[in-house]
């Protein structure tokens, strides 16, 4: 096989087999395989606090402590997935605060892309001001309740379909959508108390 070549996605449900049969080998592949899955979902809805390592092991403990539940209905690595995203919605939960994100306490940065936003001047997706307003777009998204903050991650920023996001978390279309439509309204109005704080 030619370096340019990607590697053959490996046989999931053989390999989930072996694994059950207690093959270390197995187990590996599973890990290496998915590793970076799981810690791009980590990573993306991270609870203030915790280690992403930390979180990427306890997925997989939760992985290989249910994994003879896993009856090949859906791909593996989706198995795996959507156990991912509920041990960071469960994290998400357990942290009562959700700090409350004011105008004086923004850094220039932030306070710019604000007023860019409140005055439709914002960059396109992957632009500088968009870049440099990340930091605060997740300090927003931190003062939402876990499950609209899970949604919105995953449609907004992630640009998952409604489809991709109801397989994931196991949730019906509805309440997709009512979370979404729910976590939306409460940005925007954060964003218009924005506005009254910086006005004079």
């Known amino acids: 096989m030619s370096p340019q070549e990607p590697e053959p996605a490996p046989d999931w449900n053989e390999t989930v087999e072996l694994a ?22 980590v990573r993306n809805h991270l609870p203030r606090g915790l280690d992403e390592q930390d979180l990427v092991q306890e997925v997989f403990m939760k ?7 896993f009856r090949g209905i859906q791909p593996f690595p ?5 156990i991912a995203l509920n041990t960071c919605h469960d994290h998400l939960r357990r942290q ?14 932030d306070a710019g892309f604000v007023d860019s936003l409140l005055e439709g001047d914002a960059s396109a997706p992957g632009e500088p001001a968009e870049i440099g307003g990340r930091e605060l777009v997740e300090r927003l998204l931190a003062t939402l309740k876990p499950g609209e903050r899970m949604v919105l991650q995953l449609l907004d920023l992630e640009k998952k379909s409604l489809r991709e996001v109801c397989e994931l978390t196991g949730w019906g279309l509805s309440r997709v959508k009512v979370g979404a439509m729910r976590a939306r309204r ?6 218009k108390r924005l506005e009254r704080e910086r006005t004079p």
């Open 63 to 69: 992985v290989f402590a249910s994994i003879d539940s």
């Open 20 to 41: 059950r049969q207690g093959c270390d080998a197995a187990a590996t592949r599973l890990v290496e395989g998915l590793y970076g899955q799981v810690l791009r979902i």
């Open 186 to 191: 409460k940005l925007n109005d954060q964003l």
């Open 96 to 109: 009562k605060a959700r700090p409350e994100v004011r105008f004086s306490d923004l850094c220039d940065a």
């Open 78 to 82: 989706h198995w795996v997935a959507r």
